[in-house]
């Protein structure tokens, strides 16, 4: 509490209190009055002496108050500030951007009717932001429409519709186009943590747990496809007790 009375924003009324009255030389020069105002040091006398006393415990009392405060909002900030980082953890992959059709809520009437219907015409980015968001927002089927329309099935496409194939129900069918997509790209996380759920699904940890090791390898153990596959594994064994 050094130095801290006269901090406090309560202190004027601690002042008023007083009327500026004078402290006695030990309450002057004690921890938490140091560094008071020149007038709140005139000499003293019992009255003085007395609402200084009075002063000073007021002071304590609003100091602790006012430090309490002080640390509570921290804890809220922090908290905070560690939701907003969650959310951004476990998120994979970056989705893919779409100006024209970014303002309206993605699976939404009006983003679909900007995505329009899947057909061949449309470039392998349009299939993709699609396919894509459609598979985010639980719309397997649809997304799969667009995907496997693609022309270049790189990894990432390949990717996709794996993951939409394997939240169908199909996760046999789902495996080898996870390891497609890593036989074109192994470096590429976001395959390996959805390959690692499909070894979760098929109740297979040794295996998820080896991807996760791949992971930690490439991109280390903070990156988001190790957090979120990690988050699986624990979920998972949990689960099984």
Known sequence: MRGLCPT???????????????????????????????EAQSPPDKTRGRCAIRAMGRCKMLSKIWVRGLTTAAIVLSLAAGAAADDRTFSKDVGPANAGCDAQAKGSAGWQACVGAARAEMSDDELFYAGYWLAKNGRYGEALAYLNLSRNRDARVLTYIGFATRKQGDVDKALPLYAEALAIDPNFVVARAYLGEAYLTKNEPARAKAELAEIAARCGTTCSAYVDLDRHIAAFETAKG
């Open 8 to 38: 406090v924003p309560a202190y004027r009324d601690i002042q008023g209190d007083c009327g500026h009255q004078g402290l006695s030389p030990e309450l002057r020069h004690s921890t938490p009055w140091r560094g008071l105002p020149p």
